[in-house]
């Protein structure tokens, strides 16, 4: 198993990509402190590890909240002693609007859950792994940070963020044997993505742009790479994006 004695933090652990790395991560062997706003979700994860002989907890934080992320923390260190990673993978999509239409409060919400809530999960997190001196984080990214993607600014901007706290934080925690990287995903088949196509069918033809594969990812080809970087497969990487996107910014 490649996390046995591990204890992991993993945000937006309800649903998607999330969800589906708790999983993966109690069958390495992990104990999980599964996070979420969506407490009846997050039950459904923490049950099904539960039932395959896994442990988990099952913990209500809104990652853009400090005190939320800091009771987060404190609970998992409480219950499994310690801390070894912090996947911080909650966030939204947002309201698709190009820059001048969009409000000021559409852009601060993104901000707060998909840049603010990473940091927060970063900062609270940090002097666990600095005392115990290693960790791995992983902070989720997405591909919109590298190419421009119509009506996502907030997103896009967040999400470019998370990459430069991501590569910050690799160079000031390095020297406590810190690992901090970040996952860039493409399209993946996820809750997000089917809201974003407002429940309808994966359109083909776009997705041939999107993809020189010629399709989308299951959230298991991501939660797989988490898994490889929290592990210590991962041993030597630091700092880096980590595209995981089926080719799409092939130019
Ligand atoms: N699906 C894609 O194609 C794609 C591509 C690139 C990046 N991403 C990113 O991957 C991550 C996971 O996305 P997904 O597709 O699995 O989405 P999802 O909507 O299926 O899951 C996201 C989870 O985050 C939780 N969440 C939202 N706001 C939160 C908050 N404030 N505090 C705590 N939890 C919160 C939600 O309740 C949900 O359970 C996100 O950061 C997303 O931006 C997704």
Excluded at 97 to 107: D, I, K, R, V
Excluded at 136 to 154: E, F, R
Excluded at 223 to 242: E, Q
Aim: net charge positive.
């Amino acid at each position: 198993m490649k996390l046995a004695n591990k204890v992991a933090i993993i945000t937006g652990a309800a649903s998607g990509m999330g969800k589906c790395a708790a999983l993966l991560f109690a069958q390495e062997g992990a104990k999980i402190a599964a996070a979420d706003v969506s407490e009846g979700a997050l039950k459904d994860t923490v049950d099904q590890i539960a039932a395959s002989g896994g442990q988990a907890i099952a913990i209500r934080a809104d990652v853009a909240k400090a005190a939320d992320v800091e009771r987060m923390v404190n609970e998992a260190v409480t219950k499994f002693g310690k801390l070894d990673i912090i996947y911080n993978n909650a966030g939204i999509e947002g309201e698709s609007a190009f820059l001048a239409n969009m409000t000021e409060e559409q852009f601060d919400r993104v901000i707060a859950i998909n840049l603010r809530g990473v940091w927060l999960g970063m900062k609270y997190a940090l002097p666990h792994m600095m005392r115990q001196r290693s960790g791995s984080i992983i902070n989720t990214a997405s591909i919109a940070a590298l190419v421009g993607l119509k009506g996502s600014t907030a997103y896009a901007a967040a999400k470019a963020g998370v990459i430069a706290m991501t590569r910050v934080a690799a160079a000031e925690y390095g020297r406590y044997n810190i690992r901090v990287n970040a996952i860039c995903p493409g399209a993946i088949e996820t809750p997000m993505a089917q809201r974003i196509r407002a429940g309808a069918a994966p359109n083909p033809a776009a997705i041939k742009r999107i993809s020189l594969l010629e399709r989308m990812a299951q959230p298991e080809e991501i939660a797989r790479v988490a898994l490889f970087l929290a592990s210590d497969d991962a041993s030597f990487a630091t700092g880096a994006p980590f595209i995981i996107d089926g080719g799409w910014t092939v130019p």
